[in-house]
């Protein structure tokens, strides 16, 4: 299984056609035809079902698909960091993160950077801890954002100034909407939307103690702007964090704080021993001073 064959078959599931696949890749139909044969062969599983019209992945086909596409990207990182000049502070620095207001001093460390070095590039990733941390492990992600109760045993990180802080997203026309905070027993008869995160790492169940299990839970998410969707439609009301919804320019949505008052810490984690490149060693670099000059 070399490089080429992978990104044959990456365009093949991409394109769903051997055909469009071919001229992507200026190649001919039968040569891919053959790398995909010899490929499944050699692993001995099935990885196209192959239609009249186009092809679709087997679930070997789909988890493939998923490493060779990570498999490429981080060739095409490292052959990027490789070619560029030594005396010049340029490349990509991939920073993941979950959804929190911590990340707006991200954007301002980013924008400091960008002006001392317009040549450094960033790209950014949004997903669960869980999803960054495997990120990091696989080279993909320089950095990771995460929130709340997160095993970082195998990271080193910084803690991140400003604490989430945690509420109601309700409907401005709710009959709770007035309320000035959330009690445990508000909670009891109504629809709620949960954090997938945040319900695999109990970061609400000491909050709620004992009435967690009699909780009505009736849909779970892992991005706040989808869930908010769901809020406005009346599905139910949203556990999340405050400042990642815009409740101050419209009058459909409104946040409710916790009582007791519920935080939740976010730190930035990379990891540990890690030989960074030029790029991320300089977002490191300022990062660093950020935090020393705000203490």
């Avoid at 620095?93 to 070095?117: C, F, N, P, W």
């Avoid at 929130?147 to 910084?158: K, P, Q």
């Avoid at 970061?203 to 908010?228: H, R």
Wanted: contains cysteine; charged residues 25%; glycine residues 6%.
């Amino acid at each position: 299984m070399d490089v080429r064959t992978l990104r044959y078959f990456v365009a093949i599931a991409k394109a769903e056609n051997f055909t469009a696949a071919a001229e992507a890749l200026h190649v001919t139909q039968p040569t891919l035809s053959k790398q995909v044969k010899e490929l499944e062969e050699d692993l001995g599983k099935q990885l196209l079902i192959r239609g009249s019209r186009k092809v679709s992945l087997t679930a070997d086909g789909h988890l493939l698909q998923k490493r060779a596409s990570e498999i490429i990207d981080l060739l095409n990182r490292t052959e990027a960091e490789i070619r560029k000049p030594d005396d010049v502070i340029a490349g990509s620095v991939h920073i993941g993160g979950g959804e929190s207001a911590s990340m707006r001093l991200i954007a301002k460390i980013v924008k400091d950077l960008q002006t001392k070095y317009p040549d450094i590039q960033f790209h950014l990733y949004s997903g669960i801890a869980e999803d960054i941390k495997e990120r990091l492990d696989n080279g993909l992600l320089d950095f990771g954002v995460v929130i709340g109760a997160v095993n970082t045993d195998h990271y080193d990180f910084r803690i991140l100034p400003e604490e989430d802080t945690w509420g109601l997203l309700v409907p401005n026309d709710s009959h709770i909407a007035n309320k000035s905070v959330i009690h445990p027993e508000d909670l009891k008869d109504i629809p709620l939307i949960y954090s997938d995160q945040s319900l695999k790492n109990n970061e609400l169940t000491g909050w709620f103690g004992d009435d967690f299990s009699s909780l009505n839970i009736v849909a779970s998410y892992n991005l706040i702007f989808n869930a908010s969707l769901m809020v406005e439609a009346g599905v139910g009301y949203a556990l999340c964090l405050d400042n990642l919804v815009d409740t101050y320019t419209t009058n459909k949505l409104h946040f409710i704080p916790l009582d007791p008052p519920m935080s939740s810490q976010v730190k930035i984690i990379w990891k540990k021993q890690h030989n960074f490149p030029t790029a991320a060693k300089a977002f490191k670099q300022q990062l660093q001073n950020h935090l020393k000059s705000s203490i």
